[in-house]
Every structure is written in C-alpha cells, then in structure tokens.
C-alpha cells in the first residue's frame, strides 16, 4: 500500500509510514489519535453541549430564586455557586456523558472501518495491539475532558451568577473553598473514570461493525438495559455487578471524611469492565481478517 | 495466521471474565476465613461479652435487611423512618466515646444524616432537607449499651441467662470468623420450638474486647440473612472530642428543642434494628399486650386505625388480597411475610410476631377480647 492514499486519517499514514523509535513511533500514534477525537466536529458540539448544562441550571436555578426549596446539590446552588459544578456533574451523568462517551466509543473503531481506513490499519500487524491501546487512551482522555468541561463551565457559570464561599459538607461540616474545588475536581475525575467500563463496551462493540450508528445504537442499547435492571428491585442479587449500580457513589467525597468504600467499589467495578471488554476488541481486532 | 491461532486470541477475554468474576463473588468469601482461636464456652463467652468496656471505638456499620415486608406505598409519615430502616442496606458511621459522647451518621444516597451528642447538647442533622435540630440534654449520665456495671459477678449473670433461656433456645458457640478484620467469636441462638420464623440469631462477638460486632437473624426458611447488622470496619482508639461536636452551618435551619424527660432518643445503630416492631400506621394506638412467651410471642395491639383498613388506602388494597381467616377468635386477615406474620382482626385487633400464622390464631384465641 502507498503512504500517499492515507492522507486522510493522520493515524494510518503513521502506522503505514517509516518507523522511527518504538518509543516516539507510539507517542506519535496516540498524539494523532488525539488529533483525530477531538478534531472531529461531533466531539467539539458534545463538548459544547455539556458546557451548556451548568449553564441551563444555573440560569434556571436563578430565576426560580433560593427559595424553590429543592432537595439535595441543586437546592445548594443558590447558597454557593460552587455547588452548581457538583449538581451539573450529578445530573449529566445518567444521560450526557453516557451518550458522549457512546458516539465517541461507538465511532472510535467502526468509523475507520467505514471510511476504509481501518483496513490499511489492519495490515500491519504489530500495529494493532498499539492501535486499539491509542484508541482506548483517547476514549479515556474524551472521558476526562468531558467532565473537566462540565467542572469549568460549572465554576465560571456558578461564581458569576451565585455567591461562592465555604462549602458546606454532608455532614454537616464546613471546608474553605479551596478544598471544596479539589473536592468537586475529584468528584469530575472519580465520574470520567465511571465512565471508562462503557467506554470499553463501546470500543468492543466499535470493533465488531463498520457502521459507527450501529455501533452507538447498540451501546447506548446496552447502556439502556443496564440503566433497566438496575432499576429492577427483584434483580437486587445481581445488581452490585452491574456497570452503572454504584455510579452515583461520587458525592461520598463530599463526606467528612470522604467515604471511599463504595467509590472504590465501583472504580473497581469499571475496571473490571474495561478488562473484559478490551480483552474482548482485542481478540477482535488482532484476529480480524482483512477483506 | 490459522483459524485455530485467531480462534485462541478469544481465551484472553474469556479468561478475562472469568478472573473478574472470580475476584469479585470468592475474594469476600476469602478474605472471611475463620481463624483459630482458643475454644471458649457459651457461657465464658457470654460473661466476657458483660465485663466488655471500651473507652471509645469508631467505625462503619453495615445493615441488611430483608424481611419480606410488602411495600406500603403512601404510608403515614413518621413510620417511613422505621420502615426504611428495616429494609434494604443502610451504612453508618458510628463513634462513641465514654462515658457519653456518641455520633451516628447514617451514609444516605447523596445525603446524610447525623445524630451527635458530646454530653452537653445533642444534634440531629439532615442534609437533604439542611435542617439541624438541637436538643439541650439535662444533667445527668446517660446509659450507655456499651457500658457494663461490675458489680455483679458476670459468670453467675452468664450462667442465670443461660438457664432462663435454657427452655425455650439452644445457646452454643458455633465457630469463629472474622468481622470487619477483627477474629471474633460466634455465639448462636436457636429457638426449639418450630411455631416462630426466626431460624438462629447469631452474634459474633470480638476476642479481644468481648463487644459484639455482628448480629445475624436467619429465618427459618431460606438460605439469606433477614437481618444482619455489624460492623464493617471498626477501631478501638477513642475518637477525638471534635468528632461530637456541632456547629450549625451558614444556610441551616436550626430548632432548638427541650428535652423534659430523662429518656432522650438516642440511636445506636448496632442495636436499633429489632425487628419486633409494630406494623406501621398502628403508632397511635395503645400499648401493645403480649400473649405468649419467648419465640412464641405475640404483641396485640387494640385500636388500630380501622379506618385505613377499609376504604381505598394503599393498605386496603393490600389487605384486599390477603386470605381471610376465622376461629374461635373472630374473623380477620392475615398478612405473612418471611419473617413477620399479621392478623388484623374485624374489631380492630392486630396480632404481630415473629411466628406462623397458626401460631398467631392460636394467640388470638387465647387473648383477651
């Protein structure tokens, strides 16, 4: 194959050049990978919708007034502004970011496969295991970015609008607001590694078709029917082992002491998902035929 | 590259699931192995259980319960806390410090709930709601479960208990385990009469300082936990005075509440979960008489809100489909559940316990009108 048909995709045209050091050769591929995630229109309007959410709840909380008397994060925006990031986090994550994290996952594999590129990836071999690796650090970094988007959209949204100042804890305690940002930057970090057990799903799923829809329908299908039995009572046996069951377990940082028990519980959980499901693109993928 | 070589790259996945899956449903059971320690009778253990003192401890407890209780949908406000306790998993922190400083905080899904006191005053704080309430506590020593008077010999206590209980309950020590990383102890209880659905309540009870640490109620059918509470890690070093006290934040709305009696409502989580309880909605009606005795027993509680009972209340409806019984006593329905049985009579009777529905008739036939 020639160098010069893979102008399109900046990944294959260096798996499918000269190879420098190993080294600079796999920094290259998951730098281009980047380039190749974020560059993506869809990405960049994802991004943009998920910095609009603390918007929206800010402007809504503000014109509602302290008084609305809500429960819980959002009844605390009008009090502290700081709390709009905690809340714009929270209520992203049941359907945001897993859609996000859906089209981008879901587009990672299938999309070079619709565009052909995929195929010029495939042939070369020792590629392939390094490709899946640059494609699954970029899903990560699209999962870290989307929350971080939603963290600094909810701290200029929350501090223009409310009155910001020491952060009032579950406990009932009170810490500087300093620590309360560290606090809610972990809260961001704890739900973009949440995210990463659908991340690995999507990339499995990415890995079996070359129509990128059909591959983020059947994610977000999957992410569905998680969503379902974890709301089936009856289902409690099975419930601990299911993706999205400890999702909401981020406000135990805002403890005093934070709580790590169930967070850990469910960063383990996510691991053990992204295990199986890489494991699983990677069999696919490194024994994929080329046709 | 053969099919037979592709085909194979498919065992790392599969090895993968299996790994995981291995890791998450034995590493529990691994990390449970019972340890050895010295054998020790019921009743050594039970009098070392008496003499247990600790000058303070803090730690996670751990609830689960499942009483096969039917959801009551739009029951009267005031028993939801009640009924929510006794089902589904709660976890709380708990700190104590002797002789009178407590603090509870039951760990709710993006909220909290704390009960503190550092002797002086009390506090009670909800984070959903941001309201803080405090109660001002008269001057006097509270008593604390963890406290033990030493004035008695607990060996004669041990040995006294033993034998009251000896009728109606086998009292045996029936291994070690290990609770919240901490070697402890089994003491199990097993009724012997087969008219009630408690199948063994089992303690574990810590080697080193003799506090109980977990409390397990089987049923009689069924292989899972009606209700387990203990801890699910614990330490024994004195918390620090900080840990008690409270201080109002910006924004909380604060009550100030006087508490007249000397009982002030204290809640320790390791024992709150008792299931004998009276059903909800019943709460107003007068003191509860007990028929019978031991695992037998059966509270009667008179002048129930009738009213709820017929109409169209979400209980009607619930007791709509519940079979019809009739006796000696009258005519009523009985509500069963894995471990609590109801008879609500016609007049306005409710039997409740911890026993078969025959049982309850046969309670019911000897009680007074």
Known sequence: MSPNEATAEPTEALVAGQRPSAGRHTLALFLSELRLVFGRARTQ?????LAAVPLLIGIAVRIAGSDSGAEGFIGQIAGNGLFLIVASL??????????????????????????????????????????????????????????????????????????????????????????????ALGIAVVISLSLLGLAGIGLFVSSLTSTPLAAMAATFGTFIVLGILTAIPQLHAIHPWLLIYRWQSFADLLRDPPYWHEIGRNLLLQGGYLVVFYAAAWARITSRDIT | MGVAQRSRRWLVPVTAVAVVAGV???????????????????????????????????????????LGLPAIPGAPAGSEQLTEMLSG??????????????????????????????GKSAWAYDSSRREAVKLTVPEHKTTKPEKAVPSYDPQAVAKQFLDAIDPTTKVEVSGTEKVAGRDAYKLRLVPKTDKTTVGSVTLAIDSKTWVPLDVTVMPRTGNDPAVEVGF?????????????????PQGVKVTDKKVPSQDRPKRVAPKQVEPKQTKPGTAKADEPTVIGEGWESVAMIRGAQTGQLTGNGPLAQLLAKAPTVSGTWGTGKVLTSKMVSALITDDGRVFVGLVTPDTLQAAAAKAPR
């Open chain 1, 45 to 49: 309007v994802g991004l943009g919708v």
């Open chain 2, 232 to 248: 699910s890690s614990v330490s024994f070093d004195v918390p620090a005075a900080s840990t008690f006290t409270f201080t109002p």
């Open chain 2, 24 to 66: 998450g449903a034995l590493g529990p059971v691994v990390a449970d192995a019972s340890p050895k320690l010295p054998g020790i009778s019921a009743q050594d253990l039970l009098a070392k259980v008496q003499t247990a003192k600790v000058d303070g401890l803090s730690g996670t407890v751990r609830s689960d319960a499942d």
């Open chain 1, 90 to 183: 929270g209520l992203s994550l049941p359907f945001f970011l897993p859609t996000a994290v859906t089209v981008i996952s879901g587009e990672s594999l299938a999309g070079e496969a619709s565009l052909g590129t995929l195929r010029n990836l495939l042939t070369a071999p020792a590629g392939r295991s390094r490709l899946l690796a640059a494609k699954m650090v970029a899903l990560a970094i699209f999962c870290l970015a989307a929350t971080m988007t939603i963290w600094i959209s909810g701290l200029i949204v929350g501090f223009i609008l409310f009155p910001v100042g020491d952060v009032l804890l579950l406990s009932g305690s009170t810490v500087s607001l300093g620590e309360g940002l560290l606090r």
């Open chain 2, 89 to 118: 998993q709660h976890t709380a922190r708990v700190a104590f410090a002797s002789p009178d400083k407590a603090r509870v905080s039951v760990l709710d899904n993006q909220a909290e709930r704390v009960w503190t006191t550092d």
